[in-house]
């Protein structure tokens, strides 16, 4: 697929459409914990077709250079990091941290030392996590990275972080989020699954990059949320496709975040924040004191954030296995968020296609 989507694909359907879009890369995407990357350490990265080398000098910083050495196109993860520098494991070819070629430890034969320059990332670190800004550099500071006022100030949200890779293109996830109807059955057999019980839709819209919804929602006094879990504020549930990312709120008193990271056309890595106001001490009426909370996360994970998400995460996939092998059936989506979401996650691939010169799919 080298021309738009909405050009090459016509006689595709909406779906199908969105199955076989890319991101575009013009944002900052979440791509490791900041504390999974040790002083002197590098990870591979990997955005659809766009692959960074990540790594932490001794002093600290943070780099992103991309993966291959120009010498023989070995990916730099491979290497290691001596001091603030970027070592290939093949031949020794040294990288700086602005991706200037500095160091050839071995005979070059009478042979010139070469000019070589990198494509660099802009990379920057926020609530615990490394953003990797994959467009045109020029470009980085008009985006920025999603705002979450709750785990800033003196009183930051309780928060429980969460990862997964899932075998998924970004449009299941998308799907699961935003398509509430699935919550009932899916959430609602088990007593740790079950939370909300979800009324009427009361908005729908999409505006510029984003598309949200917003719901009626009660607790459900018979799921463990009602007894391990402070009570909602206001009965509002909002869910937002805020491209490329996804967010939720929940009674004023709930934040759940999705940070998607599109590794290729079937692999999707998603950083999670689940943020709560505060922490009820469980069975109890009482809400935790501050320094009470870091000590109830770990049960509060394992009790209600681990097993809601699982089941999320198991119906991503299994919506991706269907639509691998019957992609050629007609999709019946009768809530009105999905066809705004196919159409947004379209419309970027296809603004992305037109702005770098109609690039490969």
Known sequence: ???????????????????????????????????????????????????????????????????????????????????????????????????????????????????????????????????????????????????????????????????????????????????????????????????????????????????MISHQVTMDSNALLWYIANRIKDGTQNTCYDYPNIWSTVGGVYWLWYFLLPVDKRTTRIFILSLSERVKIPFTPWLSPQWLNRALLPLGKRLLVNPLLDEDVWSTEIEQEGFDKHSDMPSIDFHPASHLCYQLTIRKWEEHLARDGGAQA
């Open 1 to 211: 697929m080298t021309a738009m989507l909405g050009t090459a694909n016509s006689t595709l359907t909406l779906r199908q459409r969105a199955c076989m879009a890319g991101p575009d890369p013009a944002y900052w995407y979440a791509v490791e914990w900041d504390a999974a990357l040790k002083p002197e350490n590098v990870i591979d990265v990997q955005l659809w077709d766009t692959a960074v080398a990540v790594f932490r000098g001794r002093n600290g910083r943070i780099s992103a250079i991309e993966n291959r050495c120009a010498h023989r196109q070995v990916k730099l993860s491979h290497g290691f990091v001596e001091d603030c520098r970027l070592k290939c494991t093949y031949h020794g070819w040294t990288y700086g941290p602005d991706g200037r070629l500095v160091d050839i430890p071995h005979d070059r034969f009478g042979k010139p030392f070469p000019s070589v320059q990198l494509r660099t990332f802009p990379v920057e670190v926020r609530y615990g996590l490394i953003w990797v800004f994959f467009g045109d550099p020029a470009l980085a500071n008009r985006k920025q990275i999603p705002k979450i006022p709750e785990l800033e100030g003196n009183k930051p949200w309780a928060c429980v972080e969460k990862d997964y890779i899932l075998k998924a293109h970004p449009t299941m996830i998308v799907n699961n989020a935003m398509d509430s109807t699935h919550v009932a059955t899916l959430h609602g057999r088990s007593f740790r699954t079950r939370s909300l019980k979800l009324g009427p839709l009361t908005r729908c819209q999409a505006e510029d990059d984003r598309v």
